[in-house]
């Protein structure tokens, strides 16, 4: 088994390398034998992020990755592995290391999402898809997005951002200290969750400000960071997403997230020119689907009963300040939003914790 990579906290997830199936994307696992995996050497969940503010406010990277446990990935162990690790982990990306504990890349959950799509083996190691030209955090590329614990928050938004519409955009960095120490991976759902940290801490420090109503002091001060922008303002549009319907197969939906260069794709009802949404499909669902070895025959709709009863866990309306945008996507571990109307079934766009980032003021 792969150690822990000097240098980085104790609190990581390792997998041990199982016996190989013969079986790849878009085929059943219905003959795969029962792997073996290692528990967690500690649990990788993430507790609610309290972050400390400096003397002028601020807030940086190192008081959100403090609080987080790393998911470490052994360069020989499978993509089937990589993707359970990831779940039990609760986490979307990885730090991935050789025999000799050094750090060569960063397998995130759109690196799985390629790899199924392309039809890559399930028992494929994480190293030889970090060598080949689709991986999106190789170890070349390492220098150029990581960031020090010291940084702000805008500073991370800011390079989570430049990485938009790139061939390698992963929409995650790889934080070290100032000794060069690594001491986790950065996501944009992280930064969700700091945002809604800071506001409920700041409602605690503000004296008084439950008795008297001023609730809006503790969020005028996190609004300097996200401005007054509206869910409505800071979604992409219907317009531009990929929609299938229940019937196509999973592994078509998950093209169309790769074609369009989307996170997310919405799936409506099979009636031709039907605008009824009925669940939204993201790299978490991949996840899920490349852990069990799914067949990517399997339809949108079935995949989608028992998993989505409801659009309404994630459902905020155009009008809601990105305050309380951070919260949902906190609250419920979700880096997608569906945008609609209270009590209306038309849905307008959807919210991404990305998108989120795209109005911090850096």
Same mark, same amino acid.
């Given at each position: 088994?792969?150690?822990?990579?000097s240098?980085?906290? !104790?609190? #990581?997830?390792v997998a041990?390398?199982? !016996?190989?199936?013969?079986?790849? =994307? @878009?085929?059943?696992? !219905?003959?795969?034998?029962q792997?073996?995996t290692?528990?967690?050497?500690?649990?990788?969940?993430?507790p609610?992020?309290e972050?400390?503010?400096g003397?002028e %406010?601020?807030?940086c990277?190192?008081d959100?990755t403090?609080s987080?446990?790393?998911?470490?990935?052994p360069?020989? !162990?499978?993509l089937?592995?990589?993707?359970?690790?990831?779940? +039990? @982990?609760d986490?979307?990306?990885?730090?991935v290391?050789?025999?000799?504990?050094?750090t060569?890349?960063?397998?995130?959950?759109?690196?799985?999402l &390629?790899?199924?799509?392309?039809?890559v083996?399930?028992e494929?190691?994480v190293?030889?898809? &970090?060598?080949?030209?689709?991986a999106? &955090?190789?170890?070349?590329?390492?220098?150029?997005?990581?960031?020090?614990t010291? #940084?702000?928050?805008?500073?991370? *938004?800011?390079?989570?951002?430049?990485?938009?519409g790139?061939?390698?955009a992963?929409?995650?960095?790889?934080?070290?200290?100032?000794?060069?120490?690594?001491?986790?991976?950065?996501?944009?759902?992280?930064?969700a969750?700091a945002?809604?940290?800071?506001s409920?801490?700041?409602?605690?420090?503000v004296? @008084?400000v439950?008795?008297? %109503?001023?609730?809006?002091?503790?969020?005028?001060?996190v609004?300097?960071?996200?401005?007054?922008?509206?869910a409505?303002?800071?979604m992409? =549009?219907?317009g531009?997403?990929?929609?299938?319907?229940m019937?196509?197969r999973l592994?078509? *939906?998950? +093209?169309?997230?790769?074609?369009?260069r989307q996170n997310?794709?919405?799936?409506v009802?099979n009636?031709?020119?039907?605008?009824r949404?009925? @669940?939204?499909?993201?790299?978490?669902?991949?996840?899920?689907?490349? #852990?069990?070895?799914?067949?990517?025959?399997?339809s949108?709709?079935r995949?989608?009963?028992?998993? +989505?009863?409801?659009?309404?866990?994630?459902?905020?309306?155009?009008t *809601?300040?990105?305050i309380?945008?951070? #919260?949902?996507?906190?609250?419920n571990a979700?880096?997608?939003l569906?945008?609609?109307?209270?009590?209306c079934?038309?849905?307008?766009?959807?919210?991404?914790?990305?998108?989120l980032?795209s109005?911090m003021?850096?």
């Amino acid at each position: 088994m792969a150690g822990v990579p000097s240098g980085v906290p !104790a609190a #990581a997830a390792v997998a041990e390398k199982p !016996a190989t199936p013969s079986t790849t =994307p @878009g085929t059943s696992r !219905a003959q795969t034998p029962q792997r073996q995996t290692s528990p967690a050497l500690e649990p990788c969940g993430e507790p609610p992020v309290e972050p400390r503010c400096g003397s002028e %406010g601020g807030m940086c990277v190192g008081d959100i990755t403090a609080s987080k446990g790393i998911v470490v990935c052994p360069a020989k !162990a499978s993509l089937t592995d990589a993707a359970d690790l990831l779940i +039990q @982990g609760d986490r979307s990306a990885a730090i991935v290391v050789d025999e000799a504990d050094k750090t060569i890349g960063v397998l995130t959950e759109n690196d799985l999402l &390629l790899a199924y799509v392309e039809g890559v083996h399930w028992e494929c190691t994480v190293e030889l898809w &970090l060598h080949g030209k689709e991986a999106r &955090l190789p170890e070349d590329l390492l220098p150029q997005l990581t960031v020090r614990t010291s #940084a702000s928050l805008g500073e991370a *938004a800011r390079m989570m951002r430049e990485q938009r519409g790139g061939h390698h955009a992963c929409h995650h960095l790889l934080v070290k200290d100032e000794s060069d120490n690594i001491q986790g991976v950065l996501s944009a759902l992280d930064v969700a969750r700091a945002l809604s940290g800071l506001s409920s801490e700041l409602l605690e420090m503000v004296p @008084g400000v439950h008795e008297h %109503g001023q609730e809006h002091m503790a969020n005028d001060l996190v609004s300097e960071l996200v401005g007054d922008a509206t869910a409505e303002e800071a979604m992409k =549009p219907r317009g531009i997403l990929p929609v299938c319907p229940m019937r196509v197969r999973l592994v078509d *939906a998950f +093209q169309e997230m790769v074609t369009m260069r989307q996170n997310c794709v919405l799936i409506v009802d099979n009636a031709a020119n039907s605008r009824r949404v009925r @669940g939204i499909i993201t790299p978490r669902d991949l996840l899920r689907a490349f #852990a069990e070895h799914m067949s990517g025959d399997t339809s949108a709709g079935r995949y989608l009963r028992g998993m +989505q009863a409801s659009l309404e866990p994630r459902t905020i309306a155009p009008t *809601a300040s990105l305050i309380d945008a951070a #919260a949902l996507m906190s609250g419920n571990a979700l880096h997608h939003l569906v945008v609609r109307e209270p009590g209306c079934e038309e849905v307008t766009g959807v919210l991404s914790s990305l998108d989120l980032l795209s109005f911090m003021q850096v």
